[in-house]
C-alpha cells in the first residue's frame, strides 16, 4: 500500500549542496504553481472538500496550506538576510488549516498567490550569493538551526510532496 502520508518520501538530502542543486531546486519552486493547477484541474467543490488520506487534511485545506506555508518561508528567508540567525515565529499549521480562509474558500486565492509568491521567491532565489545561502535562522520549535540552502531544498520538496497529495488521491479516486 502507498504511504499516503508521504507520498514521494520524506525531505531528504546528503553531503554538500551544490550551485546546480540550489538551481534544481529553484526550478521546482518556480514550476510549482503550473504544477498544482494541473492537479487541481477540473476538481469539483466535492472533490476539493475531500480529504487526501483518512484523518488529513482535504485538497482544498492542502492548497491553502501550501500558501501559508510558503509564505512563512519566504518571509523567513528575508529574516535570515537581514538579521543575524534570527529566532523565526512558527506557527500552529494545523490550527491555521481549520481557519476558514483554508477550510472554506476558493483554492483560487490561494494558486493566485501561490503564483506571484512563487515567481518572486525564484527571483530573490537566484540572486542570492553563497555567503547568502549559508546564512541561518532558528527555529524555536525544533530547536534546530538551518541554513538557508537546506531550506531551499525542504520547500522544494514541500511543494512537491503536496502536490502528489492531491494526484495519488486523484489516482485512487479515478478522476
Known amino acids: 500500500m502507498p504511504d499516503l502520508k508521504y507520498p514521494i518520501g520524506r525531505f531528504k538530502h546528503e553531503g554538500p549542496i551544490t550551485s546546480e542543486q540550489r538551481e534544481r531546486w529553484i526550478d521546482e519552486i518556480e514550476s510549482l504553481p503550473t504544477m498544482l493547477l494541473k492537479a487541481l484541474a477540473d476538481l469539483s467543490d466535492e472533490q476539493l472538500d475531500t480529504p487526501y488520506r483518512p484523518d488529513g487534511w482535504t485538497v482544498r485545506q492542502v492548497v491553502h496550506h501550501i500558501g501559508d506555508s510558503h509564505l512563512n518561508s519566504f518571509a523567513r528567508f528575508k529574516l535570515a538576510l537581514t538579521e543575524e ?11 491555521w488549516a481549520i481557519l476558514p480562509d483554508a477550510s472554506d474558500a476558493p483554492v483560487q486565492l490561494s494558486t493566485s498567490l501561490i503564483s506571484g509568491l512563487h515567481a518572486r521567491w525564484a527571483y530573490f532565489l537566484r540572486a542570492m550569493t553563497e555567503t547568502d545561502y549559508a546564512k541561518t535562522f532558528f527555529h524555536p520549535s ?26 495519488s488521491l486523484r489516482e485512487r479516486m479515478g478522476w
Open 85 to 95: 540567525q534570527p529566532a523565526i515565529k512558527p506557527y500552529y499549521e494545523e490550527r
Open 142 to 167: 525544533s530547536q534546530r538551526i538551518s541554513r538557508l540552502d537546506e531550506t531551499l531544498g525542504l520547500y522544494a520538496w514541500h511543494g512537491r510532496h503536496h502536490v502528489a497529495h492531491i494526484t
